[in-house]
């Protein structure tokens, strides 16, 4: 199939917790048509996705990869009620992709964060590849932060859990997003700990990522609210969810592909972010 390669097109993954399986729905979809991405940006899970995506790995090789991946696996604390450390998911990095760099994957990619020292959002598309990843997904309460550089990393849906901007400062004219946690309005009526912190971190997440839509062409919003974002049960199902969204919004999708380079768009980046290239 033909498409326009003078323009470039970035693929943004959202953040989600374990709903982050929904991604491999999209790249399924995306396999199928055929189509190929110039940039990727991830935020939290999506940054895990995004790195696996960037990497070469076909839909087959990623679902192989995370099939039998346990919530265990990844929160390896075994004290209730403590933070655990992102090991576990940098281990998913290391174990299929290699203890690499991000400069060295086929594909641009970065991986979005947030600098707990500064408070800066930061863009990671440069350093241990697993690291990063580590930091994009260290959500406050549930992970311990991640120190990268001389920089204090935490979850990066704190700033941009739609991290569509990101292509758009690497030079993408236009930015598919895939936000696989569109209900992440919904509050608690709990005082425990772990669920304020929880509920907080997506009433943050809720005001950020209007700023995901707004710099996005198309956004594919699979329906994953009957999914928790702290388990991992019912992969399957959010991967096929992923894939109906996506197949539902392909008409626009290729519709992108189809288009010559902006000759009048402007984007102006945000200035309280961090780019490490």
């Known amino acids: 199939m033909f498409f326009n390669k003078k323009i470039k097109i970035g693929i943004a993954f959202g953040g989600g917790g374990a709903r982050g399986f929904t991604h491999l729905g999209a790249i399924k979809a995306f396999e199928e048509f055929g189509l190929k991405f110039d940039f990727v940006a991830g935020t939290s899970a999506g940054s895990l996705a995004g790195a696996f995506y960037a990497a070469g790995f076909t839909y087959k090789q990623m679902y192989d990869a995370v099939k039998n991946v346990k919530e265990k696996d990844i929160r390896t604390n075994v004290i209730p009620f403590t933070t655990s450390k992102t090991d576990?998911?940098?281990?998913?990095?290391?174990?299929?992709?290699?203890?690499?760099?991000?400069?060295?994957?086929?594909?641009?990619?970065?991986?979005?964060?947030?600098d707990i020292k500064s408070t800066k959002e930061v863009a990671i598309a440069r350093g241990n590849l697993a690291k990063?990843?580590?930091?994009?997904?260290?959500?406050?309460?549930?992970?311990?932060?991640?120190?990268?550089?001389?920089?204090?990393?935490?979850?990066?849906?704190?700033?941009?859990?739609?991290?569509?901007?990101?292509?758009?400062?690497?030079?993408?004219?236009?930015?598919?997003?895939?936000?696989v946690n569109k209900s992440?309005?919904?509050?608690?009526?709990?005082?425990?700990?772990?669920?304020?912190?929880?509920?907080?971190?997506?009433?943050?997440?809720?005001?950020?990522?209007?700023?995901?839509?707004?710099?996005?062409?198309?956004?594919?919003?699979?329906?994953?609210?009957?999914?928790?974002?702290?388990?991992?049960?019912?992969?399957?199902?959010?991967?096929?969810?992923?894939?109906?969204?996506?197949?539902?919004?392909?008409?626009?999708?290729?519709?992108?592909?189809?288009r010559k380079r902006r000759s009048k768009f402007k984007f102006e980046p945000p200035k309280d972010i961090k780019i490490i290239k």
Request: hydrophobic share 40%; net charge negative.
């Open 88 to 114: 576990g998911i940098g281990d998913i990095v290391r174990k299929h992709l290699g203890d690499v760099n991000i400069e060295s994957l086929p594909t641009p990619f970065a991986a979005v964060a947030v």
């Open 132 to 179: 990063a990843v580590e930091g994009s997904c260290a959500v406050p309460g549930v992970f311990q932060p991640v120190i990268f550089d001389d920089m204090i990393l935490s979850d990066g849906g704190l700033q941009n859990t739609i991290p569509a901007d990101i292509p758009r400062l690497f030079g993408c004219d236009y930015v598919i997003s895939v936000d």
């Open 184 to 258: 992440r309005t919904y509050g608690t009526d709990s005082t425990k700990f772990l669920d304020v912190i929880m509920c907080s971190i997506r009433i943050l997440m809720k005001s950020n990522a209007v700023r995901g839509y707004v710099n996005s062409d198309v956004v594919i919003m699979p329906e994953t609210k009957r999914f928790k974002s702290t388990k991992t049960e019912g992969l399957e199902e959010m991967i096929e969810e992923g894939y109906k969204a996506t197949i539902d919004a392909m008409p626009q999708i290729m519709e992108i592909f189809s």
